[in-house]
């Protein structure tokens, strides 16, 4: 039972019953200790001990669906050698990870994208660019990147022929949903008419206020599951653009230095890293240049 009763002294009156929740309904300084190692380890992401009771809360749903009195019990369980423990590490990480994305996020990128980048593959002479969208969490990234190249070779007939679009994340749950490409109007409210019209579907459903990307822009994209704490990412073909925006500032310096190494690795000679705009590559030394705000085009070999 995860409550215990406690009758109150008052004589007079009948004794009301007093539930009191005991010290483990909460995830203590060690339950959680074993949490951030663990994470840390597995995926990179640092939890400070101020995301202890962020992480209590994410969590709490789990105590119940397993009918757990105490975070105790589910953190023993999650870290047994139990045959289903491992089922319920990947909904742990998929429930600690920060999934928050809109589309067309930090906008002057995809700007920067459109009148920059690929106006300069296409001087290059490629016709099918390979782009990859890393932590991609439930789509709008990467969906975004399609609608920005689908709409620049509507302008600019002849450039491409076509594009391809990687999308990873680790978490399987956000993988679902950004497969399933729905997503609240609201969502879409603040994008031009004319893009919502030409790449979005409107629910046949008038009470679901929901829309759905189309399949011209989602049949360019391919999602698999990738972790950045992989020892090595095995991209193939090596990639024109990389979007990693807004992971690295969960990891510490080396691990983002570690990542930024292997996402480099992954990019083609001339070709374009794009972080998160409070990240940052500085104090490494890489091959990269600096060419508009967080992002950088891999120099190429002389
Ligand atoms: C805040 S979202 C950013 C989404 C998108 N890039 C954007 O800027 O809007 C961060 C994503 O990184 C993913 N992530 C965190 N740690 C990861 C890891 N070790 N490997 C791969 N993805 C990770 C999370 O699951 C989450 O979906």
Not at 168 to 197: F, G
Not at 211 to 239: A, C, H, T, W
Request: proline share 6%; with cysteine.
């Amino acid at each position: 039972m995860n409550t215990q009763t406690v009758k109150t002294a008052a004589p007079s009156r009948p004794s009301p019953v007093v539930k009191v929740y005991p010290q483990q309904q909460q995830l203590t300084p060690p339950q959680f200790k074993r949490i951030s190692s663990f994470m840390e380890k597995t995926t990179g992401i640092k939890l400070p001990e101020s995301k202890r009771t962020m992480i209590q809360a994410r969590l709490a749903n789990r105590l119940k669906v397993l009918n757990f009195d105490n975070y105790a019990q589910y953190v023993d369980y999650v870290f047994s050698s139990n045959e289903t423990a491992s089922d319920e590490i990947t909904m742990m990480i998929d429930l600690i990870t920060t999934n928050l994305t809109h589309f067309f996020r930090e906008n002057t990128h995809f700007e920067f994208l459109n009148s920059t980048v690929l106006p300069e593959l296409a001087k290059e002479g490629i016709i099918i660019p390979d782009i990859w969208s890393a932590g991609c969490s439930s789509g709008e990234e990467p969906y975004t990147l399609s609608i920005v190249i689908a709409d620049y070779m509507k302008k600019n007939p002849g450039q491409f022929t076509d594009y391809r679009i990687l999308a990873t994340d680790i978490s399987t749950k956000i993988l679902s949903k950004a497969v399933e490409a729905v997503y609240p109007m609201e969502t879409v409210k603040n994008l031009p008419d004319e893009i919502k019209r030409a790449y979005f579907l409107k629910s046949k459903n008038p009470d679901m206020d929901l829309v759905k990307v189309k399949p011209i822009i989602r049949n360019k994209v391919q999602f698999e599951r990738l972790n950045f704490m992989d020892g090595s990412y095995r991209i193939n073909p090596k990639k024109d653009i990389i979007f990693c925006r807004n992971v690295l500032i969960y990891f510490d310096k080396p691990t983002q230095l570690a990542v930024i190494k292997k996402l480099v690795d992954c990019l083609k000679p001339g070709g374009f890293l794009f972080l998160g705009h409070s990240e940052t590559i500085f104090g490494s030394n890489l091959p990269l240049k600096t060419v508009s705000t967080t992002v950088f085009q891999k120099t190429r070999e002389k």
